[in-house]
């Protein structure tokens, strides 16, 4: 595998105005937001809501790649092909969240450590058999009292660094995902501050394990106040605070920069985004994109209810999502046309 067939896929994921779509739930997080909608939380449920997206008409005009679970690369659509070739055959480039998921971490109670590399290499090689290209792994940052300490910033940053490598010897592009959460009530500043300091660790890391930059792509959480903060900045404020973040701390060879949500709700996500493209366009050496789950996920889970006379209607509220996120990476997203924030 070479370094250009790296390059190459991590410039295609973001090509032209696109974003990536993150479809990846583990099944315990796919099921609580089925159970909070009364949907059967079973196989056959989450293979249909995969397939009612995978298909969604017009899905490929903005979405560069899609991230799969363990579960639904292995399985098939009702007229028998596999959620990769799907995707693949609607030019959407396919690929796999490979980490096992945030466990506590020892000694530090409140914080976790993203497990999942014991066995990788074997992982990522079936995968990769599969049609996977690229891959996802998300380490977790909570704030809070004393919280987050230097231990957990550096285990996950290591971890997430070992993943990329052992990604890209597989020929398999990794989005590093390194995300502080907007749960708690502290301030813009504060999340800066972390995410600044997180970012700083992370880079520090992929440069020490020889991570090929241009053959990667970052997905970063958005700088905001916690979500209990009794200030709640800007649009503008926040994408200030975001971009200024990111340019202190991304070098400039890393091939794109693809936002989580992080449960900010879809049209906030949307602006923010927008903002951050308008305001700075000229300034930024990477694409700023999007690869949210629930920001674009979840109008059309709330329309979709698990009932297949809702099919149509929820890939229209999918697919719009996914036309609102790309204008906003164009910084021409227009919220007077959206639903109320
Ligand atoms: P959200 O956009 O819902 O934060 O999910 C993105 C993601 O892939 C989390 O790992």
């Not at 997430?160 to 010897?169: F, G, M, P, T």
């Not at 049209?267 to 990477?286: D, E, H, I, V």
């Not at 994109?289 to 920001?295: C, H, I, M, P, V």
């Not at 006379?309 to 204008?327: E, G, I, P």
Request: overall charge neutral; aromatic content about 4%.
């Amino acid at each position: 595998m070479t370094a250009q067939t790296l390059i190459d896929t991590a410039r295609a994921l973001v090509a032209g105005d696109k974003g990536l779509l993150a479809m990846d739930e583990s099944n315990a997080t796919c099921n609580k937001r089925f159970a909070a909608l009364g949907i059967p939380q079973t196989e056959g449920a989450r293979r249909d809501w995969r397939e009612l997206i995978a298909t969604a008409p017009g899905l490929g005009d903005s979405i560069g790649g899609a991230i799969l679970f363990d579960e639904t690369i292995r399985q098939k659509t009702h007229a028998g092909v596999p959620f990769a070739k799907v995707l693949a055959d609607a030019g959407i480039i396919p690929g796999i969240k490979v980490d096992t998921g945030a466990k506590p971490l020892a000694g530090h109670p409140g914080e976790t450590v993203t497990e999942g590399l014991d066995g990788l290499r074997e992982r990522l090689a079936e995968y990769a058999g599969m049609g996977a290209r690229f891959a996802k792994w998300r380490g977790v940052i909570a704030i809070g009292d004393g919280l987050p300490s230097r231990a957990c910033i550096d285990v996950n940053a290591h971890a997430l660094a070992r993943y990329a490598a052992l990604c890209q010897e597989a020929g398999v592009v990794p989005i590093v995902e390194p995300e502080v959460l907007m749960d708690g009530s502290h301030s813009l500043a504060r999340c800066a501050q972390v995410t600044e300091e997180v970012l700083r660790e992370v880079f520090a890391q992929l440069s020490a394990q020889g991570v090929l930059l241009e053959g990667m792509l970052l997905k970063p959480n958005m700088v905001l106040p916690g979500q209990g903060s009794p200030v709640q900045d800007s649009v503008e404020a926040v994408a200030d605070a975001t971009v200024a973040c990111l340019l202190r701390t991304v070098p400039a060879a890393v091939a794109g920069v693809a936002f989580l949500s992080g449960g900010q709700s879809a049209q906030l996500a949307s602006a923010r985004l927008a903002a951050m493209n308008t305001r700075f366009k000229s300034r930024l050496p990477w694409p700023l994109t999007f690869s949210f789950s629930r920001a674009v996920q979840q109008p059309a889970l709330d329309a979709w209810k698990g009932d297949a006379a809702n099919v149509a209607v929820a890939q229209q509220a999918l697919v719009f999502r996914t036309r609102c996120n790309r204008a906003a990476r164009r910084g021409e997203y227009d919220a007077q046309k959206d639903a109320p924030r």
